[in-house]
């Protein structure tokens, strides 16, 4: 069946080293994938999108690794900062219409 | 912040009651998800609405129901609440269909007793 899911519940980084957030997924239709933030209280916040023609996406501080063989994606987090503090989901549209399933979510947490 | 609101912030309802909770997208879209978030998961999709049509929804009873308005605004209502309906509801609106960001809203944190 389709699922997308996170490896580890908490990631606890140091200020200032580099955060990697697994995500694996079955569903070998997808053609696109989406990590999120979700810091308490508010709602998700789009951070980046890798589509499944590519394996690779880099965006302000942040990489998106695609490895199609496996099914695994990684969002990696350079120089993490206290304001990255969240929970991070991985997602990926069931349809045409881009209704969204969600992994559980990793709660990284940075440590001074 | 994404433009997309949601009220109210917190809502307490007891078994049995009905609510009803309402999002206003981003300006000038014209579809509109609701979630269910429970406390510790990731967002479930309860249904979609485009332009005031509902356009699929996941594994939810009838019980969940929504509308779209003219203006792209839009209810999500809930009856006969149960225990497990306690969540964190979000909305997410985005411009036509897939392939385009959602940006969803701050949420609704419902309570049921």
């Known amino acids: ?112 | 912040e994404t433009g997309v609101t949601q009220s109210p912030t917190h809502l307490i309802k007891t078994r049995g009651q009905q609510v009803t909770l309402r999002c206003s997208s981003q300006s000038g879209h014209n579809t509109v998800s609701w979630y269910q978030q429970a406390l510790g998961q990731g967002p479930q999709f309860i249904f979609q609405y485009y332009r005031e049509e509902e356009n699929g929804r996941g594994n939810f009873p009838p019980r969940f129901s929504g509308l779209q308005f003219p203006n792209y605004s839009s209810e999500l209502n809930v009856n006969a609440l149960e225990l497990d309906d306690s969540a964190l509801y979000l909305c997410a609106s985005s411009l036509e269909i897939a392939g385009n960001e959602q940006f969803f809203g701050p949420g609704t944190r419902l309570t049921v007793l």
């Open chain 1, 1 to 112: 069946g389709e699922s997308v899911g996170l490896h580890l519940p908490t990631l606890s980084v140091q200020e200032g080293d580099n955060s990697i957030i697994n995500c694996a997924y079955s569903n070998s239709a997808s053609d696109y994938f989406i990590w999120y933030k979700q810091e308490s209280g508010k709602g998700p916040q789009f951070i980046i999108d890798i589509r499944s023609n590519m394996d690779k996406r880099q965006g302000q501080r942040v990489t998106v690794l695609l490895n199609k063989t496996v099914k695994h994606l990684s969002l990696q987090i350079a120089a993490t900062q206290p304001g990255d503090s969240a929970v991070y989901f991985c997602a990926a549209p069931t349809d045409s219409w881009g209704k969204l399933q969600f992994g559980a979510g990793t709660q990284v947490v940075v440590t001074p």
